[in-house]
Structure formats: C-alpha cells, structure tokens
C-alpha cells in the first residue's frame, strides 16, 4: 500500500462508513459532487436542517434546495456553477444520468499540467468514438489534440475576481465575450420539475434583499404568503415575510410575523434585531433594548444590532454600557467607521 494511503476505518476519522459515490444511484451520486459545485443564485435549508448535515450516500435535497435562472442565456459575464453548467450541456442533456461528474473527472487523482490535454482528450473519446462519426468528424478528432481548448475553454470569472473557470457547458461553438445580457428574472430548483414553494419563495427573498428588482419581492411575497399556512411555525418563512412587510411599510403585520418568529426559534436573530427596530420606532425602546441584547448574545458579531443597543443605551443614559457594547463590537469589525465615531462621541466615561 501507498504510503499516503488512507485505511478505510480511517476514512474521515471514523465518523461515517466510506461511500463509492460510483456505486450510488445517480440522484445520491451527484448529490456527492453537488455540495461544493452546484453554486446556483439560492441555497435554501430545508426545515431545521443545513448543507453540513449532509453526508455521502444521502440526498442532497434532503437538506437543501438549489434554485437556479431558469432559460438559456449568456453566462460570459458571470461565474456558474460546474453541476449547473454539465447539466445544460449536449453531452449530458444526451447521455442522462450515465454521465456525471466522475465520467470524467477521479476525485483522488489529478493529472499533472502537461498531462491533461491528453488525460481529458481521452475521457472525451470514450464516449464520442462509440458513436457512428463521419470522416469529417473522425478527422477532427485525429487534428484537434486538446478538446478542452476549444470546447471547454478557461473564462474570466467575472462575477468572483481574478478567477479563470473551465466553462463545463461543453459548448459546440463557445461563445467568446459578454454579450452585457442580463439573466432571467425568474427562478427554478435545479433537479426538479416543480418548486417547492417555501424554498421558491426563501430564494426570491434572498435574491430581493441583495438586487433592487421589485419583481423579486413581489415573487417572495406572494409564494411565501401562500404557504404561510402550512408553514405556521417556520421561523426562517415568518422572518422573511416579516421582512417583505417591513420594507413595504406594514410594521404591524411584520411585528406580528416577527413575534411568532421567536415564538417558533427564541434565538432567531434576525427577527430579534429587525422587531427591535419596529419597537424602538414606536418608542418601547425597553423591549427593543431587550431584543438586541439577546441577539448580541447568540451573535455578539452583529454589527447592527450593537449600534442600534449602543445608540438606545446612549439615549436611556447608560452610556456605561453602550460603550462596553461598542468596544466588543469594535472586536469583530476594528474598521467600522460608525462604532468608532459613536465611541468617540461618548467621549472617556
């Protein structure tokens, strides 16, 4: 044996069986590469469960949902996922599940640079040379040496800087360039034929809250709405209602939200800091004080609610303990430039 070999009793210090992801069925065998490889525009968790859970053998699914744009359209100006890029391919669209990810690549071997023309010309050919090719065809494997240079050629990863990513799409004719095309706007879960709506509805509001497109909350708003009922005691669905009826100006129905929120997970963060907001507006600064103190000790890196307690402490004359607040805030992010000015406002207390 190797040197570097691993025994299987030590295979992940002990802590699962070893899985062959060659020997699963398709759906646990992608699930495998998927964890790391399928970047989509929104990971949801499923119910009280999160990507760490996961485990070889299991069904990614089971404990998160991707979603992805839905339609063809021009990748060149950002980065995508290698399962979603395979999975719009000829090659995969064609092959179905007898190809994957280990068709072409072994997961405890690389192939040395000068190797790889070579190592991947040979993965292409195990598949494409079975097929009835014309002479034409046959010449054009015989001239081209490196099917990669041409057919899954190194891009700038536009959306994640100083990137370069092989463009697993398998493209007959790449397209070179950014054609400045934006994507669609609506949004579909990668391996499956029909969303799941609370997922459907968590990745519009994900997407609502990091790009000003209205369509996207108005999306997040209307599915989350409608699965509310069969979802009455998820904190994840009422904190991000809660949040759409925030930004829309409906305090009372988001308080509500937020409230059974917390009724649901008592140490649900977001709905601490954003409902702590909603009382200190109406002038229960007492409960709202209350509530961003318990964030802070779930997550005493919360940058927004240190500054909300610190300036609300400020106000009840506890200047004492906003500062306390702001220096252990200040721990977390030393280059916050409004904690330092409200510590220096409080001046040596």
């Known amino acids: 044996?190797?040197?570097?070999?691993?025994?299987?009793?030590?295979?992940?210090?002990?802590?699962?069986?070893?899985?062959?992801?060659?020997?699963?069925?398709?759906?646990?065998?992608?699930?495998?590469?998927?964890?790391?490889?399928?970047?989509?525009?929104?990971?949801?968790?499923?119910?009280?469960?999160?990507?760490?859970?996961?485990?070889?053998?299991?069904?990614?699914?089971?404990?998160?949902?991707?979603?992805?744009?839905?339609?063809?359209?021009?990748?060149?100006?950002?980065?995508?996922?290698?399962?979603?890029?395979?999975?719009?391919?000829?090659?995969?669209?064609?092959?179905?599940?007898?190809?994957?990810?280990?068709s072409c690549h072994d997961p405890h071997t690389v192939p040395p640079a000068e190797e790889k023309a070579a190592y991947f010309r040979e993965k292409c050919l195990a598949c494409h040379l079975q097929q009835k090719v014309s002479v034409e065809l046959k010449q054009h494997f015989d001239n081209r040496y490196d099917c990669r240079s041409c057919h899954m050629p190194a891009t700038p990863g536009l959306s994640i800087g100083h990137t370069m990513l092989t463009d697993h799409r398998i493209l007959r004719k790449p397209i070179t360039g950014g054609s400045g095309q934006k994507p669609a706007t609506r949004l579909i879960q990668f391996g499956a034929k029909l969303a799941d709506r609370r997922g459907l509805g968590l990745a519009y509001a994900e997407?609502?809250?990091?790009?000003?497109?209205?369509?996207?909350?108005?999306?997040?708003?209307?599915?989350?709405?409608?699965?509310?009922?069969?979802?009455?005691?998820?904190?994840?669905?009422?904190?991000?209602l809660a949040y759409l009826h925030q930004t829309k100006g409906e305090t009372e129905q988001a308080a509500a939200l937020y409230e059974r929120a917390l009724q649901s997970d008592p140490h649900k963060t977001a709905a601490q800091v954003n409902l702590g907001v909603l009382y200190a507006q109406r002038g229960r600064v007492d409960r709202a004080?209350?509530?961003?103190?318990?964030?802070?000790?779930?997550?005493?890196?919360?940058?927004?609610?240190?500054?909300?307690?610190?300036?609300?402490?400020?106000?009840?004359?506890?200047?004492?303990?906003?500062?306390?607040?702001?220096?252990?805030?200040?721990?977390f992010d030393p280059d916050s430039s409004v904690e330092l000015k409200l510590l220096h406002d409080l001046g040596d207390q």
């Open 1 to 102: 044996m190797a040197a570097n070999a691993v025994m299987g009793s030590e295979h992940n210090k002990g802590k699962s069986p070893m899985i062959n992801p060659a020997k699963l069925d398709a759906a646990r065998r992608d699930s495998v590469c998927a964890q790391c490889h399928l970047s989509g525009e929104a990971r949801i968790n499923q119910p009280g469960k999160n990507a760490g859970m996961f485990r070889p053998g299991e069904l990614l699914a089971d404990y998160v949902l991707d979603y992805i744009y839905e339609g063809d359209f021009n990748y060149a100006y950002k980065a995508i996922g290698h399962v979603e890029a395979m999975a719009s391919s000829r090659c995969k669209l064609q092959s179905g599940d007898r190809m994957s990810c280990l």
């Open 207 to 240: 997407l609502a809250a990091r790009d000003n497109q209205p369509f996207y909350a108005a999306e997040a708003l209307r599915l989350l709405t409608e699965a509310l009922p069969s979802c009455a005691k998820d904190a994840e669905v009422l904190t991000r």
């Open 289 to 331: 004080i209350e509530l961003w103190r318990n964030a802070l000790a779930s997550n005493p890196g919360l940058s927004e609610a240190s500054i909300n307690l610190a300036i609300a402490l400020t106000a009840e004359d506890d200047k004492p303990e906003a500062r306390d607040v702001l220096v252990k805030a200040l721990r």
